[in-house]
């Protein structure tokens, strides 16, 4: 039987708890980077993004500490932000709390690995706050270097906005990482 997500497991197991935290017991003891969650769902119309809801729902604080607690006997010295568009809930600078968490109980850890669409992270005092609040890096879906192609994918943003903050990132020291899509009928790839 296939489900579409994790919600749907009630459909198979009447009693299942479906906003419990996550259960690590199986990675007890190993190297990951673990995820959490602050938001679900993105504003953004991106038409390849067919599983995002387009409605954004921030968590609890209760649900984030569960999920924070969860993490306890993991080795790990980053954490991945789960939120698709990483600055859009209003909860975002909840990270803060997070890393204060964590350190209780890892002292190895080191941040954030957020994702978001590079004219989100330039408004100001964007970035700058992120490393304040123990960002590290910043993943960008890129997919293309090439106007025509972003304006096709209905992207939030232009190549002015992504060369825009990769320099300002470099000025900061923000570590980058491009998520790029291959493929692309008629994209040569040049500017990419």
């Not at 906003?19 to 969650?37: H, K, N, S």
């Not at 975002?92 to 669409?117: K, L, S």
Request: proline share 4%; aromatic share 10%; hydrophobic share 40%.
């Amino acid at each position: 039987q296939y489900l579409n997500n994790v919600l749907e497991i009630r459909q198979v197991f009447e009693h299942a708890n479906t906003t419990a935290a996550p259960d690590y017991a199986l990675f007890q003891g190993e190297r990951c980077i673990p995820r959490v969650t602050l938001s679900r769902g993105c504003l953004f119309r991106c038409k390849f993004c067919t599983d995002i809801p387009t409605k954004l729902t921030t968590l609890s604080e209760s649900e984030i500490v569960r999920q924070v607690q969860a993490l306890r006997g993991l080795q790990f010295r980053l954490i991945f932000i789960d939120d698709k568009s990483f600055g859009q809930a209003k909860n975002w600078r909840m990270i803060e709390r997070v890393g204060d968490q964590v350190r209780t109980f890892n002292p190895h850890f080191q941040g954030f690995i957020v994702q978001t669409p590079p004219s989100l992270a330039l408004r100001g005092g964007f970035l700058e706050e992120c490393m304040a609040l123990g960002v590290q890096y910043m993943e960008l879906g890129v997919e293309t270097v090439n106007d025509e192609y972003l304006k096709v994918f209905n992207k939030a943003y232009r190549v002015k906005h992504l060369e825009a903050l990769c320099e300002k990132a470099r000025k900061l020291g923000l570590r980058i990482i491009p998520n790029l899509i291959m493929g692309i009928p008629g994209d040569d790839y040049q500017a990419t």
